[in-house]
């Protein structure tokens, strides 16, 4: 997936309302926006990603981390 | 996977009571959400309002209420039920079976075998397997299954991970001995793995109530509950879902050689919105064919197939209905089964 388009979606499972995100932005994930973030991830990487790994998530770079770098391209 | 098959069965009726008490989730989600977080909240769980049980009236008073209206509505003796089935979280006491109250209060003949199964979200298909099973025995023709929750009062207004999820409802279904019905097949799995994501953990005798059970406290996220509330951990019960529940549908269908496009309907257990879109989308179920009751009757546990089925009750008027059952949850537990509903009398939900 395109880095602008992942950054673009992600805004909308992280409800989100910044007009931009980037690598360094801070995560505060609620009970809802981590099953946005699990099914984002599921529908787009076919990866699930762990509740528990999501809690130690802190920025966006945290959450490329668990999808791994390499599903992103520039 | 194992796969449960049942002959010479069929659902004959299933009637629905729920509280006349009714909640507005907007008003009821004012005290502890903000204006646009609350209506994010309702939007993604998809439950607008919900009928509650007030402290005087219990799970099987609902279920009482299904069952003696689907009695009388089908013109059943009484004489003739075997087998009485309450499947419910929360009983009427720890103990006796809620059912043995059940089977002298409906006025069931003395012969009748009563038990409780504790379970919630699969509860429905479960206790469905354990009637047919029962209806194996030639000496039992008719029986009930009872299942029913009134999970909102084990739930704090405070937790905002659960207070707006919850409703209560009691349902009945009549199930009967019949030779010249199609088969229907069955799986049930758990995985106690999973135990601690949703769980009452005070009050019964793993951890006694006691004044400190009763405390209310702020957990993660500022949630305010005592250990004799529930405890749900969504993103959990989330990643169960998705990891074991496409799977478990498709795998019924592949070992019963059924297309997707035979299937009528699809009933999933009422978890949320959220959740049942995304399954639907992963299993690529058009909106048409997936049912919802959340949006005026919330979650109701184990009631919610069945509820579910009698929201969507114009859909059985003209024949046969293929239908594929899934609940999944509290346990983990989980089971889905495949079934034609045919000349199934569903009768309109009923208020308390």
């Known amino acids: 997936m395109k880095k602008s388009v992942f950054f673009t979606e992600l805004k909308d499972a992280l409800m989100l309302e910044d007009d931009s995100i980037n690598e360094s932005t801070q995560v505060r994930l609620t009970s809802l926006s981590t099953l946005g973030v699990i099914a984002f991830i599921d529908e787009n990487f076919n990866k699930q990603v762990k509740a528990a790994d999501l809690r130690e998530v802190k920025i966006i770079d945290d959450l490329i981390n668990l999808i791994g770098p390499e599903n992103l391209v520039a | 996977m194992k796969l449960l098959k049942f002959e010479g069965v069929r659902v004959a009726g299933i009637s629905v009571c729920v509280p006349d008490q009714v909640v507005e989730n907007s008003q009821f989600g004012a005290a502890v959400f903000d204006g646009e977080e609350l209506k994010k909240t309702i939007d993604s769980i998809g439950v607008f309002k919900r009928h509650i049980a007030p402290s005087n ?33 929360t009983p009427d006491y720890h103990l ?13 003949p003395k012969q009748t075998i009563a038990f409780d199964i504790n379970l919630g979200c699969s509860g429905f298909v479960y206790g469905l397997s354990v009637v047919f099973n029962l209806l194996n025995q030639r000496t039992i023709t008719k029986a009930l299954l009872l299942v029913g929750d009134t999970a909102s009062k084990c739930v704090s207004p405070l937790d905002r991970s659960s207070n707006l999820l919850f409703g209560d409802a009691g349902t009945a279904t009549l199930v009967e001995a019949d030779s010249d019905t199609s088969q229907v097949y069955c799986t049930l799995s758990s995985d106690g793995s999973g135990y601690k994501s949703l769980i009452i953990e005070g009050g019964a005798y793993r951890l006694q109530s006691s004044s400190s059970t009763l405390e209310v406290r702020e957990f993660d996220s500022k949630n305010k509950r005592s250990l004799e509330n529930l405890y749900m951990d969504g993103p959990d019960i989330f990643n169960f879902t998705i990891r074991e529940i496409p799977k478990d549908i498709l795998g019924l269908l592949n070992a019963t050689n059924t297309d997707f496009k035979e299937i009528d309907l699809f009933f999933f257990h009422q978890a949320n919105k959220f959740m049942i879109d995304f399954l639907a989308r992963k299993l690529k179920i058009p909106v048409e064919k997936y049912p919802l009751s959340l949006k005026d009757y919330g979650n109701t546990s184990s009631a919610s197939i069945p509820l579910t089925i009698a929201s969507a009750r114009d859909s059985f008027m003209n024949g046969k209905v293929k239908a594929v059952l899934c609940g999944f949850g509290v346990g983990f537990s989980w089971g889905t089964m495949l079934m034609d509903f045919d000349g199934c009398q569903i009768l309109p939900i009923k208020t308390y």
């Open chain 2, 96 to 108: 006796p079976a809620t059912a043995c109250v059940l089977q002298d209060k409906l006025g069931l």
């Open chain 2, 57 to 89: 009236v219990c799970t099987s008073d609902l279920c009482f209420e299904a069952a003696s209206t689907l009695l009388d509505c089908l013109a059943v003796n009484r004489d003739e039920i075997g087998a009485v089935i309450f499947v419910t979280q």
